[in-house]
């Protein structure tokens, strides 16, 4: 497997797992992102869908159609980065909605049906991957000779996630 592949296998188990990402759009007036919950389905491919609500700033700024977007991720253990360009747009296909309800969406929402629901569609493109070895794990290995740098190339790269 390449490396590309092996971090991308990574991003997708990780997200899989932990799913709390900071979304936004690079031209909104803001600036900021903000924390969304992603959910795909597969195991390793977009696209990555947020449920959300009308009335949140970044579904105003897609109402009008597709928007490049940014979605930042860290994984729980902190052993995983990820910063992934892609395109975002409003997507409520009533079939995705179905396939993808659960209990944690529906504690924000009056029903499948509420009229302030909206369903993002996050296309991924390319994105960034950083694994993070723990601190002690890595200081051992700096003790038995090994090169950071040398040791840390192969835990960073270029992605592409579709």
Known sequence: MS???????????????????????????????QPMTAVFEGSHSGPIWIFS?????????VEGGEREAFLHFVSKGHNLFAAVEG?????NDRGTIDRLWNPFVAAWYSGKNDPKLRLLRFETGSAQI?????SLFASVKM???A?????YKDKV????LQ
């Open 3 to 33: 490396k590309e592949a092996d971090l991308a296998e990574k991003f997708w188990k990780a997200l899989k797992s932990d799913r709390t990402v900071m979304l936004g759009l690079p031209d909104h007036e803001s600036g900021r992102a």
């Open 53 to 61: 609500a009308v009335d949140v700033d970044l579904v105003r700024a």
């Open 87 to 91: 395109r975002m747009r409003i997507d």
């Open 130 to 134: 950083w694994l993070n070895e723990s």
């Open 143 to 145: 003790m038995l000779g």
């Open 147 to 151: 090169d950071p740098k040398k040791e």
């Open 157 to 160: 790269g270029e992605v592409r």
